[in-house]
């Protein structure tokens, strides 16, 4: 009788235990759920900013596998590698959808700019240095974002 009282406890400790650990992460998740759900008009011009930059490489990147030429290929692979770490910046602050809406916006609009799908010149004078810094730095980058919308 007195070993079923003490597993009893030892369980309902346990339980105990499970339960503190799970609510914190609930709140987390929730918390995280929101953020995306209602991102700030900051976040916003700075999504709309990264996800540029990821159409610009995917773009680049595409073009480049386009060309059929192995020496490229690295230079591509980089560019492809630069647009996923965009993308899922994106993401932590607007939802998937959201980001994969805009993307398509965004990438329809650099596609239409360009005189064919071969003459990058123009999409690499406006994002090739203000991308690689963006993604070197993105918080500086939204902290500016935060300041200008204030």
């Given amino acids: 009788m007195l070993n079923v009282a003490i597993q009893k406890l030892n369980s309902s400790r346990i339980l105990t235990r499970k339960s503190f650990?799970?609510?914190p992460v609930g709140l987390l998740l929730s918390a995280a759920v929101m953020a995306t759900s209602n991102p700030s008009e900051a976040e916003v011009a700075f999504n709309n900013?990264?996800?540029?930059c990821a159409s610009y490489y995917q773009i680049s990147s595409s073009a480049i596998a386009n060309m059929n030429a192995p020496q490229m290929q690295a230079v591509g692979?980089?560019?492809?590698n630069s647009s996923k770490q965009a993308v899922s910046l994106a993401q932590q602050y607007q939802s998937k959808e959201d980001?994969?809406?805009?993307?398509?916006?965004?990438?329809?609009?650099?596609?239409?700019?360009?005189?064919n799908s071969k003459s990058?010149?123009?999409?690499m004078g406006k994002y090739k240095v203000s991308c690689k810094t963006l993604l070197a730095a993105p918080q500086k980058r939204?902290?500016?974002?935060?300041?200008?919308?204030?």
């Fill in 21 to 23: 650990i799970a609510v």
């Fill in 49 to 52: 900013e990264v996800l540029e």
């Fill in 77 to 80: 692979d980089r560019l492809l």
């Fill in 99 to 115: 980001v994969e809406s805009k993307l398509s916006e965004i990438k329809e609009k650099q596609l239409a700019s360009l005189p």
């Fill in 120 to 123: 990058l010149g123009s999409l």
């Fill in 142 to 150: 939204l902290d500016y974002w935060i300041m200008a919308t204030m």
